[in-house]
């Protein structure tokens, strides 16, 4: 594809499909974009949680928070919390935060504590007192100043993906969308091999689709991508050993505040998250088939949840977990699931479809040199597998042993990035020089990298090593009443401020 596309043809209508619809329409607004979606194959229907990106995604769109969250059930998000991933004592819990620039003054300590104590001294380290974002999760308070109204924080958000979805479906119909509901029945390819290309999609009762651009936003399905063009798919199962996941929604009791956070537990086969929304919590348990029973995962899910009711909504799901080669072959574009999946333990499968898109139109809208679509697959493929060694680190760093499955996914295969980070760590190594080093290669950056190595307990046993005053140790309780008076200072609380928003559309 040499040029902007006329007719683009979107198939699927799950969150992907509607962020493509949408911002391809934003990009290029001279192009008719057309979804069809299936009324017979539901959405996937449980991405709930995202990154700081989505904030970006709606500014590029020129919509307002107040515009689509009370519609969403929506709530701010400012980190992760972890607990149960380390068995070290003091480490059994530690919060992934969202960095903002209010970071910078009490996270140096943090950095200048962690190497300490990387070389044995003990220096308090644990990131939790060090970051804002931390402290706004204690304290339940939104991310939105009214104090400081300029003052604008990276944050990220839980919310309703049926919603979401509905919400970008209604704008991008609005906004002059062809919206068809048929089952898609045929992909038609011309030319298998090499240059392959889809020449037209059939569905059930619309018949034949023509189109420049074939966006397949077909979830685990793959319709065009893997099932038409046979683009090969590259597991992860080596990597990351879940495949399934079990999802139970609960009642949230909004008098006890909500925490700007999503919690990921390790439990005794995976991990459980708890998202809360305006109306309820999300919940759901990832988990490995080759080490536990779909049954048994419920049960342990609602053990967890403290849930005794047998008649509560469960939904199992399974998870094809690894990418694609390419995203882009010829007239054909994969977004979303269709496209590959890591699995959601830092939720960044809708932050892959924005970045997907952006780099899509931006690499069309270049002049058409060096292989620019070379370029895009690389850069696709580095963003996945970059995501992959961070979510990796997750199990490979984990002390517990409870269950065969955490001992054998700290055996988990590493990428050699990831080995070479964590031999830096691990040696006597710079690993500041390492993190420079492989740079190019590493989606999490500095900050994150100290967050889960210090947040997991992972250095050596302290006390080799005495604080002198060359390695002066910086008092931890000073950065976490820096950062407690920050907060009381500047953020309000988190339910007050969604109140504020949602006008009569908040539950009662
Ligand atoms: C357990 C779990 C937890 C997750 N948590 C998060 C999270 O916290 N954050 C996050 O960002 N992401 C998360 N995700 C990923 C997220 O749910 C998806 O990336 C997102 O919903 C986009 O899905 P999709 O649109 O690609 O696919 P789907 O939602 O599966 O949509 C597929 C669409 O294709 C249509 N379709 C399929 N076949 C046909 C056909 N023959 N004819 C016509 N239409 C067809 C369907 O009707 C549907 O509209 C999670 C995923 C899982 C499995």
Redesign the pocket.
Known sequence: MNTRPNDILI???????WMAANLFMHNWPDASVTL???DN??????????TPSLKQFFKTLGVSDQEWMPQCNATYKVGIRFPNWSDKQGYESYFHPFFSELDIKPGEPFFHNSKLQRKGVQANAHPDHYFVTAQMARQKTSPISNKYPNLDIDYGYHFD?GLLGEFLKNRAIKNGLNHII????HVEVDQQGLDAFIKYVE?NNSGKHKADLFVD?????S?LMQNALKVEFKHYKENLFNDS?V?IATDIDLSEGITPETRSTALKYGWA?Q?PLANRYGN?Y?YSSDYVSSEEAEKELKEHLGITDDNVKVRH?K?KVGRLQQHSVSNCLA????QG?IE?LE?????L?QYTIEQYISTVDQPNENDKYTVFNNKVNNMMEGIRDYIVAHYVLNSRNDTDYWRDCRNAKKSETLTELLAAWNGDGNFEDMLNRLDNYLVYLRPSWYVILMGMGHFPTPNIIQPTELNKVFDYTKSRNYCGQLVDDVFPDHVSTLKGMYKDKWPS
Do not use: H, N, Q, R
């Open positions: 198939c699927g209508g799950g969150t992907a499909g069809i979606e299936s194959i539901g959405i996937i229907g449980v991405g709930e949680g995202s993906s048929d089952d898609i029945s569905a936003c077909t979830g685990f399905k319709l996941a999802a998250w998202i759901g990832v799901l998870m977004v979303g699931l269709s999946f959601p939720a960044t499968a809708l932050m479809v």
